[in-house]
């Protein structure tokens, strides 16, 4: 299994630009989760995903949007990019089959620059 | 929604030292899981705790949940520069603390 992939690595973006942030999973988890992390914090979750069809806001949704069309692929879109949009942006997923389970795997980051 | 508490913030120590860091909430934890981040990676999902009182060990770390399940620790024993990186816990709640962030000197 390749987990959870992440595409790009790397991107930079002018201001007013827009984009998507690719991710897809292959361990057939049904939740799925967009965060960011600035440089020195720590996780801030944008959107998630309960399963195909179904998203929700986090806490930090603004200026983003997703869509889950399939259990295995979880898009992120930022619309009109800002340079408070920069950060590293995280796609994890995980199998919720218990109350009491929210065991993420993450993929290896999407480094975003807006300028 | 719970807050999660992480302490220190920030720690900084020798190579062979031992150290512990904490997850604290003012409500009851259903499980708690710890993640290490390495510099440049994604979190990694090193272990998850449901008892109270539970202890779990993984090579030098060594995890322990409070009896009243508010409380979570990660102590790790003679820590070595591959220790170096951001724990983090979660309490299925799909946010995360703000982490420790721990560097082990040579």
């Known amino acids: 299994n390749a987990g959870v992939t992440q595409t790009p690595k790397f991107r930079i973006l002018k201001i007013g630009q827009s984009m998507t942030l690719q991710c897809t999973q292959d361990m057939n988890h049904n939740y799925m989760y967009w965060y960011r992390q600035d440089p020195g914090m720590g996780l801030k979750l944008i959107y998630y995903s309960v399963g195909a069809g179904i998203t929700d806001k986090g806490e930090v949704p603004n200026g983003y949007n997703v869509s889950r069309s399939t259990t295995e692929d979880f898009p992120l879109r930022l619309e009109l990019a800002a340079p408070s949009q920069t950060s590293v942006y995280f796609c994890a997923s995980s199998y919720y089959d218990r109350a009491d389970s929210y065991e993420q795997y993450f993929g290896p980051g999407t480094r975003l620059t807006v300028t | 929604t719970q807050l999660l508490e992480q302490s220190p913030q920030f720690l900084s120590i020798q190579e062979g030292e031992n150290l512990t860091v904490y997850c604290n909430s003012s409500?009851?934890?259903?499980?708690l899981q710890w993640y290490r981040q390495e510099p440049g990676e994604g979190p990694v999902l090193l272990v998850t705790v449901v008892t109270g009182g539970e202890v779990k060990k993984l090579k030098r770390l060594t995890f322990q949940f409070g009896d009243a399940r508010k409380d979570s620790s990660l102590h790790i024993t003679a820590a070595q520069p591959g220790d170096t990186g951001l724990y983090l816990c979660n309490n299925n709640d799909m946010r995360f603390g703000a982490g420790t962030r721990l560097t082990v000197k040579p």
């Open positions: 409500s009851v934890f259903s499980s």
